[in-house]
């Protein structure tokens, strides 16, 4: 009993004096750089993932990258799309890819053409300014088909597959977005082989554009790996055997 009340006196001189501490709040040292190290080595372990897949899509797309002169026959030449102006007149990157397709065209490689990009909207309207370029060069319009929903590289060529029927295609693109596109087309079962529009005419891509390739690229892994998504819109089938004028809407 006079012991309990000892403690019970001493504690209260301890209070009084200030000689108590508070027990810190929060985590022990140890533990917060345990939890750092952690996050850390998340970090590099995604960063050395996204750099491998980026790796693999390159090295598979680049295999059946080649020049113009070498390029087998197709069934078709796919022109895959990039900004147009609010005059509606072209980007530097689409008019390099148009210019290039049109050099491939007159090779004779492919007899039909298609020219993919998004017209989702009604003021917005890449792939009429696309046919345009190559009527306007006297390519038959009845050798131009027009994908008006081609609003991703991965639905470009899927609906390449689905919607008009190829199997053997030529894609043309600058060498960054190149090596994705070709590594898409063969995980979709296309025979596919790409001719980099910027061999034909230099091109102006930034670090940001390579930067921004590397995501795509990832999402082009997972894409035709694992999710494997249907395109916005699909609809009944075009034969690129057939008029490409039938896809004309103006």
């Given at each position: ?138 390519v038959p319009a009845e050798k131009v088909f027009m994908d008006h929903a081609g609003f991703t590289t991965y639905e470009s060529l ?83 055997t057939g008029d490409g004028r039938v896809t004309d809407d103006k």
């Amino acid at each position: 009993m006079s012991s309990d009340m000892s403690k019970k006196c001493r504690h209260d001189m301890e209070r009084e004096s200030g000689e108590t501490r508070e027990k810190p709040v929060g985590f022990p040292r140890a533990r917060r750089k345990r939890i750092m190290a952690y996050c850390v080595g998340l970090a590099l372990l995604l960063c050395a993932a996204t750099l491998t897949v980026n790796g693999y899509v390159s090295k598979v797309g680049a295999r059946y990258i080649v020049a113009a002169a070498d390029v087998p026959k197709a069934d078709a030449m796919l022109v895959l799309g990039a900004g147009v102006l609010p005059d509606g007149s072209l980007s530097d990157a689409l008019d390099n890819r148009l210019s290039a397709g049109y050099e491939l065209y007159k090779t004779g490689k492919a007899e039909k053409v298609i020219v993919s990009g998004d017209h989702g909207k009604r003021n917005y309207d890449e792939v009429n300014a696309m046919k345009k370029y190559f009527t306007d060069r006297n390519v038959p319009a009845e050798k131009v088909f027009m994908d008006h929903a081609g609003f991703t590289t991965y639905e470009s060529l899927y609906r390449a597959r689905e919607i008009f029927q190829v199997k053997r295609v030529i894609i043309i693109t600058q060498q960054y977005h190149l090596k994705r596109a070709v590594f898409i087309a063969r995980e979709l079962g296309l025979e596919a082989y790409g001719v980099a529009s910027d061999s034909y005419y230099p091109a102006a891509i930034t670090l940001w554009d390579h930067a921004r390739e590397i995501a795509a690229r990832n999402k082009a892994a997972l894409f035709t790996k694992i999710i494997k998504p249907k395109p916005t819109f699909l609809g009944e089938t075009i034969p690129i055997t057939g008029d490409g004028r039938v896809t004309d809407d103006k």
